[in-house]
């Protein structure tokens, strides 16, 4: 279903090969998972199928690539979209149009079909994958798992045999991931062909067929699934990938201990949603200082908001904070919280990673930002221009502005979602090291793996409210687990229920 | 093993269409962010010379990014076609395409390559705003025609001197002088940041 | 109901209309509004154009937009006639000036705020299809409504940072502007590399004439708007030439 044979690929921009000597056979109806380091060369292969090589990314191609019996470089990309569908990464950036039925619509518009015909089409893609709560919505109301699975879907809607989906899990919450996982379970039980560039494997246990492990452009073992699936995380780690299974992440030591008893105390938080009944309230939570604090919690839970509140980023909620100078509200100078949001490059501004830290300091103190840059490891990086950096080093440039602000409390939104290992090793070094000086350090997060390399207690929130909450002993690793395992499994079973009937 | 080159196409491509939406995009909102200074009237004439200064930020991106005629066109025709849909009149809808397409024959000139007819053609671009100044010129009268009955037409007619025919002319040449300073603070820019940043 | 620029929903929109009826009725009243003649039949015809906005708005449940603009145009007009009885000068100059700029705009930009908050990208889509706009002005015209709520989210985000750093580097107003946009732009770029990507590989751009699942269709209440909108042309048309 899809040759690849020798292929060589550099893009115009760059010096060295993104690929070189590749060869790679997926026979029809295998599900293939490409994994391997970030700038590793998988997304560039799926590019190489699904057409955008040669005809949007710019640079030398060499070798020889057959999909569907097709030659991508010989056809043009709508000749191809019939053959193979793709997803992408981030969901919010794919979407053309603005409510979901006429995204579904976008491919077979598209062709050309008959509206009458694309009607029919749509229903049994939105049976097939489970999407009819989600037709007619505006895309601006759903969620970043919901807007994947319609990418899914309108990626289903011309019938194509081969699925390209690039790292489509990267910025998912596990309930949302075990959804992906029906999906792709779905196509392959529809016998279609897909191949999938990913970090985390976890979720496609029994569904991949093959495990391709891919290290600078080049294919650098090819891993048979069960075998990969059985091993554990420290065998992974010499491969340079993240766990292979939840189990794997669970047999591991947890975690990092902190035994200091200060804290940032929140107290009396209140905050309402426009327009709606829902909303967060905190009567009190402490943060203790020297140490990370993982917030976990189920998509929708306010994890956020919560975040983004005690920043003082929200006008109109209440509550106080405390770092140990009596209560003050949430928006006070200088001494409020520090976020790194989700979306890290919407707080980079200045025209290097020094100036920008600089800046950051009360007093253009260039001593104390050369000892932060090196304390984060990010000295080589320092005159390099912060938007140019990659999604795990923006995040730790984003720290250190915190750090370098002073600030006591120190809030991450979802710092490692799409990262590799090494990178998320190196934000979670980042991490301890921002807390060994006395913060209270906060991480929102989905990544199990983080929590396990970084934090030291952690606090569960569902619907606007803390339920559990503790240091990450046994007791308290074990219950994080439970909660990431069920919130997985749940989906499972859906998803194995509907297999027999 | 033959190489394949990259595939060159002539003309828009739909990667251009896109580019070309999305940076018309960026300036109509710019613009409409300045124009809210507008609910202050006294500010009305000063928007001709800030909407240009900042739109030259996008525009000296937006050139690196599309380098095909008809791109200034197509933007000056959905500006104009934007303003007329959000109620401004039909007069955006002749400017808009006008100064569009007089913009991308400068930038032809140049090859869409020479950083001086970049500038120029945001210039040329920029006067395209008066559209939204025609109709108070136009119907400057009869916002006096009242004071007419009240204090004699010649009065009316004096007040309306102040705002001559011709007081246009030094809107469109102000709009066209802060379009090419715009744009270059825009290539000052493009050096420290897009083309560090690597999205130029 | 969500409320935005060509955001609008299915549900509870109260009177549905053609798009294509509606950028008719935009066009002709902001245009015959921002006219300078003000005589004869016109003297009929305005009346009832200023109250257009307020019945479009009423009739599609958008009250409060409604109540909003009628507020506005009363206000401008009681400003202009308070005005004349105890100001003089220049005062007096300023005031009706500005009244009166008031006055001109406020209805087709009233209407434009119906059209764009009535309708929905996909509706508009196929407006423009059955008016057989090329595909050079239609993908980009669709691409900049898609983006616009994502410039907006973008901003927030940013504008958050921005508040959150120690606010030495917003003093100076260039490099406000500067902390702003160079994020923006960046997002906004990155972001068109992917939604390019993801466009080209569902086959936009192919030589086949694109379908629309949305079907525009006028019915008998747009016939009756466009009627009362000829009307409203052709006496704006004559108007100047009967009477100068």
């Known amino acids: ?501 | 093993m033959p190489e394949t080159p990259s595939v060159k196409k002539k003309g828009l491509q739909p990667k251009d269409l896109i580019n070309i939406g999305i940076f018309t995009a960026l300036y109509f909102i710019i613009i409409m962010a300045v124009a809210m200074l507008g609910y202050v009237p006294i500010f009305i004439p000063l928007l001709s010379v800030i909407c240009p200064l900042i739109g030259g930020i996008p525009y000296m991106l937006y050139i690196t990014k599309v380098r095909h005629f008809g791109m200034v066109f197509i933007m000056g025709t959905i500006l104009g076609l934007l303003m007329g849909l959000g109620g401004m009149g039909v007069y955006a809808f002749i400017t808009g395409p006008v100064c569009g397409l007089l913009a991308d024959l400068v930038l032809r000139s140049g090859d869409y390559n020479s950083a001086g007819r970049a500038i120029i053609s945001h210039g040329v671009l920029s006067v395209w705003l008066i559209g939204n100044y025609i109709p108070i010129v136009m119907n400057r009268a009869s916002y006096f025609a009242g004071i007419a009955s009240g204090y004699g037409q010649e009065y009316a007619n004096a007040l309306s001197s102040y705002i001559p025919d011709w007081s246009l002319l030094p809107l469109a040449l102000a709009a066209c002088i802060a379009g090419c300073i715009g744009a270059v603070i825009g290539k000052k820019l493009l050096h420290k940041h897009f083309e560090r940043a690597g999205i130029a | 109901m969500k409320k935005g620029l060509f955001l609008s929903t299915a549900n509870n929109r109260g009177l549905v209309l053609d798009p294509r009826t509606k950028v008719l009725a935009t066009l002709v009243v902001s245009t015959i509004m921002l006219g300078s003649y003000n005589v004869g039949p016109l003297l009929v015809i305005k009346p009832l154009l200023i109250a257009t906005p307020f019945i479009m708005l009423a009739l599609s449940h958008h009250f409060r937009s409604a109540i909003t603009y009628l507020t506005l145009y009363g206000a401008a007009s009681a400003v202009a006639a308070i005005a004349e009885s105890c100001l003089t000068g220049v005062a007096l100059f300023a005031t009706l000036g500005i009244s009166g700029i008031v006055r001109q705009f406020a209805p087709g930009i009233a209407m434009g705020t119906w059209l764009v908050t009535t309708t929905s990208v996909s509706e508009f889509m196929a407006a423009c299809d059955r008016m057989h706009m090329p595909q050079a002005v239609e993908i980009p015209l669709v691409v900049m409504l898609r983006y616009f709520p994502a410039i907006a989210d973008d901003y927030r985000q940013i504008a958050a940072a921005i508040r959150m750093r120690s606010s030495k580097t917003t003093r100076n107003p260039i490099s406000a502007i500067e902390n702003c946009l160079v994020p923006l732009l960046v997002s906004a770029v990155r972001g068109g590399e992917d939604l390019s990507a993801s466009a080209l590989v569902r086959g936009l751009g192919g030589p086949t004439a694109r379908t629309n699942i949305h079907e525009a269709r006028m019915r008998v209440r747009d016939w009756i708007v466009i009627a009362f909108l000829a009307i409203a042309a052709i006496c704006a048309v004559i108007t100047p030439l009967l009477y100068y």
């Open chain 1, 1 to 501: 279903m899809i040759e690849i044979k020798n292929a060589c690929y550099q893009y115009q921009a760059s010096e060295k090969n993104s690929l070189s000597e590749v060869n790679l056979n997926v026979a029809p109806g295998e599900v293939v998972c490409l994994t391997g380091a970030s700038g590793s060369g998988k997304t560039t292969l799926t590019r190489l199928v699904n057409g955008l090589i040669p005809h949007y990314y710019e640079g030398k191609l060499s070798g020889k690539i057959e999909v569907c019996g097709l030659t991508p470089s010989n056809h043009e990309l709508w000749e191809l979209a019939p053959k193979v569908g793709s997803v992408f990464q981030n969901p919010k950036t794919q979407f053309f149009c603005l409510d979901t039925t006429g995204e579904l619509a976008f491919a077979c518009e598209n062709q050309g079909i008959a509206p009458d015909k694309i009607r029919t089409r749509l229903k049994d893609v939105a049976n097939a994958l489970e999407l009819t709560d989600l037709i007619d919505r505006s895309c601006l109301s759903l969620s970043g798992g919901e807007k994947q699975r319609v990418a899914c879907g309108s990626a289903t809607m011309l019938d194509p045999d081969v699925l390209v989906l690039d790292e489509p899990s990267s910025n998912l919450d596990f309930a949302s991931i075990g959804l992906l996982r029906k999906i792709v379970a779905k196509w392959k039980a529809e016998g279609r062909t897909v191949l999938i560039s990913e970090h985390r494997l976890h979720w496609l246990e029994g569904i991949a067929d093959r495990i391709i492990v891919m290290r600078s452009g080049s294919v650098e073992r090819e891993i048979n699934s069960k075998q990969f699936y059985a091993s554990t995380a420290a065998e992974a780690r010499v491969l340079g990938l993240r766990a292979p299974t939840f189990a794997a992440i669970a047999a591991e030591q947890c975690c990092a201990r902190c035994e200091k008893n200060e804290f940032v105390e929140i107290r009396d938080m209140n905050y309402h949603y426009p327009q709606s009944s829902r909303g967060i309230n905190v009567s009190r939570i402490a943060f203790r200082r020297g140490g990370v604090t993982a917030i976990i919690g189920s998509n929708g839970a306010g994890k956020s908001t919560f975040a983004r509140c005690i920043c003082g980023l929200v006008s109109g909620c209440k509550g106080t904070k405390d770092v140990g100078e009596g209560p003050s509200p949430f928006s006070s100078r200088p001494r409020n919280g520090s976020l790194v949001m989700q979306d890290v490059s919407h707080q980079l501004f200045r025209e290097s990673v020094f100036d920008e830290v600089l800046d950051s300091t009360s007093r253009a103190d260039e001593h104390l930002t050369r000892t932060i840059l090196a304390s984060l490891d990010l000295s080589d990086l320092a005159q390099r221009h912060p938007l140019s950096l990659s999604g795990g080093q923006m995040q730790r440039v984003a720290l250190a502005t915190a750090l370098a602000s002073g600030r006591d409390l120190l809030v991450l939104d979802e710092p490692t979602s799409g990262l590799d290992l090494a990178h998320m090793e190196q934000v979670a070094a980042s991490v301890t090291a921002a807390a060994a000086e006395g913060r209270a350090v906060v991480v929102v997060t989905h990544d199990p793996e983080f929590i396990r390399a970084c934090c030291t207690d952690f606090a569960r929130m569902e619907d606007g409210l803390f339920v559990d909450q503790g240091a990450l002993d046994a007791a308290g690793w074990s219950k994080v687990l439970s909660f990431f395992e069920n919130t997985l499994q749940r989906n499972e079973e859906d998803w194995r229920h509907d297999g027999h009937c």
